[in-house]
């Protein structure tokens, strides 16, 4: 499916990174959308039922079948899915309440998070210049969140714990990467979200818990419900974007350097700002801009800073958000 990545690795990256965040970024707008009629743990039971289909049926059969899943860390795999049903459990809880353009500013402390647990867990060293960019990451965040004013949420502390979920998960995937398959590595994604979800349904199904007016907690507790039809073509949408994202998000930093596939990620941001405003009328304003200025500028200055003062590719394994 990829030969031809031997030939031109650089731009099969950049095509996969680019598809992957198109397919994120409409999943985040779509789950957007649904979360004040439906039970968050329902969605993304469908989600994957719908996602591992379309792997079964189209992923592995053009990555050389069955034997693309097979692994000798099978614990690994779902540990690294937990980490992915954190993060994106949190995320969706907190876009749910908030302009999506904010939550999305605020998960993208996830790199500034990466560095920090390698200082912490793996006894990389990190320079003086990349510690400033992680104070002014942490400025831009504290921007966004604006804590002690009447336009801060709780909600916007969700983006933060799903950008520490990423984190942990990055941690995990430096050690498998290089020998499991992208097609095997999105598959055990979606069976963790598949077994989470359906367990979450099995507690709160019911909506027993249900009945508050926040929207975050609203989206965890609420009912399941039977989907009308005019939503059922939005659940297999993102059903087959999840797994065309966590594929493509996979090959692209499998087969291309990381200093050239991760700065494609933040085309999520604009992304996120124009959904915000032509689907659901939301504006920044000049604070929350500012505040997204600095997360992602110092985003990407640890991406540039890290490829060139280490030569080492700090995500040199898929990532996988949302």
């Known amino acids: 499916m990829f030969s031809f990545a031997k030939d031109n690795p650089a731009l099969l990256g950049s095509v996969s990174a680019i598809v992957a965040v198109i397919c994120f970024s409409i999943n985040d707008v779509a789950i957007k959308f649904l979360s004040g009629g439906y039970a968050l743990h329902q969605v993304v039971l469908i ?68 560095t920090v647990f390698s200082v912490v867990f793996l ?17 831009g965040v504290v921007i966004v969140l604006r804590p002690g004013t009447e336009a801060f949420q709780f909600a916007a502390l969700l983006p933060l714990m ?56 609203e989206f965890l507790f609420r009912a399941w419900v039977w989907p009308p039809l005019a939503d059922v073509s939005i659940l297999i949408l993102l059903g087959v974007v999840s797994a065309l994202g966590g594929f493509f998000i996979s090959q692209a930093y499998r087969v291309s350097e990381a200093a050239l596939v991760a700065p494609f990620e933040y085309i999520a941001m604009p992304m996120a700002i124009v959904w915000g405003i032509l689907v659901f009328d939301e504006w920044p304003d000049g604070v929350a801009l500012a505040g997204i200025a600095l997360i992602l500028g110092s985003g990407l200055y640890m991406i540039w800073r890290e490829a060139r003062v280490s030569n080492a590719e700090v995500p040199d394994t898929p990532r996988y958000r949302r």
């Not at 779902?78 to 954190?86: A, D, E, N, P, T």
């Not at 055990?188 to 077994?195: A, E, H, K, S």
């Open 47 to 114: 989600r994957s039922f719908i996602g591992v289909i379309f792997l079964m049926a189209v992923i592995v059969p053009m990555s050389g079948g069955l034997p693309a899943l097979k692994t000798k860390r099978l614990g690994i795999h779902f540990l690294r899915g937990s980490c992915v049903v954190f993060a994106n459990m949190a995320f969706f809880l907190g876009i749910a309440a908030l302009p999506l353009a904010e939550g999305v500013a605020i998960f993208f402390i996830s790199p500034l998070v990466i």
């Open 162 to 217: 799903a950008a520490f979920g990423y984190a942990g998960l990055h941690m995990l995937t430096r050690y498998i990467g290089r020998t499991e398959s992208a097609a095997a590595m999105s598959f055990y994604i979606q069976m963790t979200f598949i077994l989470v979800s359906s367990s979450l349904g099995l507690i709160m199904g019911d909506g027993k818990f249900a009945g508050g007016t926040d929207p975050s907690l």
């Open 123 to 139: 006894k990389e060293h990190v320079g003086p210049r990349r510690w400033v960019a992680i104070a002014l990451g942490l400025v």
